[in-house]
Nanobody, 115 residues
């Protein structure tokens, strides 16, 4: 079982920035595709950004140009730099690790964008 733990959420004003972190327990981290997902109140969980083991990235249209996903294989970690935050970015953000039949989720970290 792979443990996935997010951190870095909080309250930020519109236009501000936050950096989310996610650390995993696997020694095979470089093999995993990693992703950030979010779920706003009353809405379904959606993909925000993903990065493959080879470093290819993909972003939701709503965050392109504002969010950046990155990974540090030496630290078994993935990050989400969020800039120019908007109230509609408010959600619980979840980290996901996926490889083969393994599909692991963290418990989430709350991001609230409000003045």
């Amino acid at each position: 079982q792979v443990q996935v733990v997010e951190s870095g959420g909080g309250l930020v004003q519109p236009g501000g920035s936050l950096r989310l972190s996610c650390v995993t327990s696997t020694r095979l981290f470089s093999m995993y595709a990693m992703g950030w997902y979010r779920q706003a109140p009353g809405k379904q969980r959606e993909s925000v950004a993903t990065v493959t083991g080879g470093g290819s990235t993909n972003y939701a249209d709503s965050v392109k140009g504002r969010f950046t996903i990155s990974r540090d294989n030496a630290k078994n970690s993935v990050y989400l730099q969020m800039n120019s935050l908007k109230p509609e970015d408010t959600a619980v953000y979840y980290c996901n690790a996926k490889w083969g039949s393994g599909d692991y989720w963290g418990k989430g970290t709350l991001v609230t964008v409000s003045s």
